[in-house]
């Protein structure tokens, strides 16, 4: 073996190890979307007003969840309050956005969704009875959210042929809010745990995910229960992937 190749073998071995420490990282933090499965369940009960407010102050709530696991350990709740709190330098889920984009948190893609979900949420927060499913400003806004929906839709059609089920159809506003709302999770829980880690080691984010079989559990599970909440919302059967029982030890 000549040197240069002994050279990339070692290189190789070491970027693997720091993959493995990512991986092993990610799988330290205790957050998953379990109780989005019961969340689900329960929209089904709940006005169309009632669905986005819910769902996107959930998606509020994850975002900052995760934002105070990548930072400093607070001391104290005190401590927490001088940053997260209301008039605090990140008291808005605005400034928290924009914070996890200008680290490298998140990609801009999760940047365009997450503000527009915040938008989304204060059109129907400050204009509850004059806004509706059909008003324009709520349609431009859900046109632009997660745009590539369809693909997903067939992506998991294609994987339930063989069990005669899929998609709901025909989508209704409330459908695709929903459908896109849940996705907005799962590509904001995935990249904001894992992208900040995959820097911190110097490491590409597609090592730590590219591969499902060999993803850290966490991720493996975070994806189990986004796909229970649409089978909840849009196929019609409760948690058929056992996702309610999955939550990291």
Same mark, same amino acid.
């Given at each position: 073996?000549?040197?240069?190749?002994?050279?990339?073998?070692?290189?190789?071995?070491?970027?693997?190890?720091?993959?493995?420490?990512?991986?092993?990282?990610?799988?330290?933090?205790?957050?998953?979307?379990?109780?989005?499965?019961?969340?689900?369940?329960?929209?089904?009960?709940?006005?169309?007003?009632?669905?986005?407010?819910?769902?996107?102050? =959930?998606?509020?709530?994850?975002?900052?969840?995760?934002?105070? +696991?990548?930072?400093?350990?607070?001391?104290?709740?005190?401590?927490?309050?001088?940053?997260?709190?209301?008039?605090?330098? &990140?008291? $808005?889920?605005?400034?928290?956005? !924009?914070?996890? =984009?200008?680290?490298?948190?998140? !990609?801009?893609?999760?940047?365009?969704? &997450?503000?527009?979900?915040?938008?989304?949420?204060?059109?129907?927060?400050?204009?509850?009875?004059?806004?509706?499913?059909?008003?324009?400003?709520?349609?431009? =806004?859900?046109?632009?959210?997660?745009?590539?929906?369809?693909?997903?839709?067939?992506?998991?059609?294609?994987?339930? #042929?063989?069990?005669?089920?899929? #998609?709901?159809a025909p989508f209704n506003r409330r459908d695709e809010f929903t459908f896109k709302?849940?996705?907005?999770?799962?590509?904001?829980?995935? $990249?904001? &745990? $894992?992208?900040?880690?995959?820097?911190?080691?110097?490491?590409?984010?597609?090592?730590?995910?590219?591969? =499902?079989?060999?993803?850290?559990?966490?991720?493996?599970? +975070?994806?189990?229960?986004?796909?229970?909440?649409?089978?909840?919302?849009?196929?019609?059967?409760?948690?058929?992937?056992?996702?309610?029982?999955?939550?990291?030890?």
């Amino acid at each position: 073996m000549s040197h240069g190749e002994l050279r990339d073998k070692v290189a190789a071995s070491l970027y693997e190890a720091s993959v493995n420490t990512a991986k092993n990282k990610i799988d330290q933090f205790k957050i998953d979307a379990s109780d989005l499965l019961d969340l689900a369940t329960r929209l089904k009960g709940e006005s169309f007003l009632a669905t986005v407010i819910i769902l996107t102050s =959930y998606i509020e709530e994850k975002t900052s969840d995760l934002l105070k +696991i990548h930072l400093r350990t607070f001391g104290s709740k005190s401590d927490e309050e001088k940053i997260f709190g209301p008039m605090a330098p &990140l008291g $808005t889920f605005s400034s928290r956005i !924009e914070l996890a =984009y200008s680290l490298g948190w998140i !990609e801009n893609r999760q940047r365009q969704d &997450l503000h527009i979900i915040r938008k989304i949420r204060n059109l129907f927060a400050h204009e509850a009875f004059k806004v509706t499913e059909v008003s324009d400003r709520f349609l431009a =806004y859900l046109k632009a959210l997660h745009p590539d929906f369809e693909g997903r839709i067939k992506i998991i059609d294609k994987a339930l #042929i063989h069990g005669g089920k899929k #998609i709901s159809a025909p989508f209704n506003r409330r459908d695709e809010f929903t459908f896109k709302a849940v996705w907005v999770v799962w590509d904001m829980l995935v $990249t904001l &745990l $894992t992208l900040p880690v995959a820097k911190s080691m110097q490491v590409e984010m597609r090592s730590i995910v590219g591969n =499902y079989d060999k993803q850290p559990e966490a991720i493996r599970i +975070i994806t189990l229960q986004i796909v229970g909440a649409v089978f909840e919302l849009h196929v019609g059967d409760a948690d058929p992937t056992g996702a309610k029982a999955q939550k990291p030890d």
